[in-house]
């Protein structure tokens, strides 16, 4: 069974802010590391095809396939875990979520679906900005 994390995106205004801001955590790979206090125990559920999905302004809205994750310790000491992401985004269809501290676990019937160019009407602009987006959500229209 395929499990996904979800993972608030703190201060993220949209996606292409998300983009801009893993600019700065690519790794030799190319790949994306987030860290987090506590590692999931579910990592086996995690590694075969599991996402990050980010919620963004209340609204989970961008997911990252999961590469890996291991343990590291910070400049104090400290145990923590990171998260290693592909840095490709994929647009899913947006769907309003709580506020919550850390990481949740998302069951994959759970998740939202992927949107795409060829989505009937779905796609969304990811510089789309958030206000517009959300009233556009609100009218219906996307």
Known sequence: MVTNLLKLAVGVDDPGHLRSRQARSINAA?????????????TGELLGGGSLYWVIRRLIQVRQAIVSLRTDT????????????????????????RPFQGWRYLRSEDAPPDLDAHSEGDFVDPDMPTKMRAELKRLGLI
């Open 74 to 97: 910070d400049y104090e000491g400290r145990n923590q875990c990171l998260i290693e992401l592909a840095p490709d985004h994929v647009l899913v269809q947006p769907v309003r979520r």
């Open 30 to 42: 190319g790949n994306v590391l987030i860290r987090t206090r506590m590692k999931p125990k579910r």
